[in-house]
């Protein structure tokens, strides 16, 4: 077997239209539902991350569903100015950066942020090549 990429991931968060509203807002991505409407997910690139609400998780799951138990990497197609204007304009707190970090592709840029569920968000740029 070879992995070739990651389709989706998911998050247990405590409330989903928080969480769908502040991905949208702040981070661009699309609240999306699926399974006859029932279930919840937000849309970016090719990937999804389903939401499940904290008590009312879907079978199977993850051995301990925790809210605020995730430490996520975006790659951002903007500069980290441009984040950094978007995180100002949202009003949303900034953890930490701009500093450097090392990427699955090699150097990159990074600006930390926390979502409304305390997960670490760290919203990354490849410099050009």
């Known amino acids: 077997m070879r992995i070739a990429r990651l389709d989706h991931l998911v998050l247990t968060v405590r409330d989903i239209q928080r969480t769908a509203t502040f991905y949208g807002e ?25 939401l499940h609400e ?21 790659v951002s197609a903007v500069p980290p100015e441009d984040t950094l204007t978007r995180l100002r304009d949202t009003d949303t707190p900034i953890e930490q950066g701009p500093i450097p970090r090392t990427g699955a592709l090699g150097p990159i840029t990074s600006i930390y942020i926390r979502d409304p569920d305390h997960n670490l968000i760290e919203i990354a740029h490849y410099p050009p090549t």
């Not at 661009?28 to 997910?41: C, D, Q």
């Not at 009312?56 to 975006?74: I, M, N, Q, V």
């Open 26 to 50: 702040v981070l661009g991505m699309e609240h999306i539902l699926f399974g006859e409407g029932r279930r919840h997910a937000l849309a970016f690139g090719e990937q999804k991350i389903n």
């Open 54 to 74: 904290h008590g009312h998780e879907f079978d199977p799951k993850a051995a301990r569903p925790t809210p605020g138990s995730a430490d996520l990497c975006f």
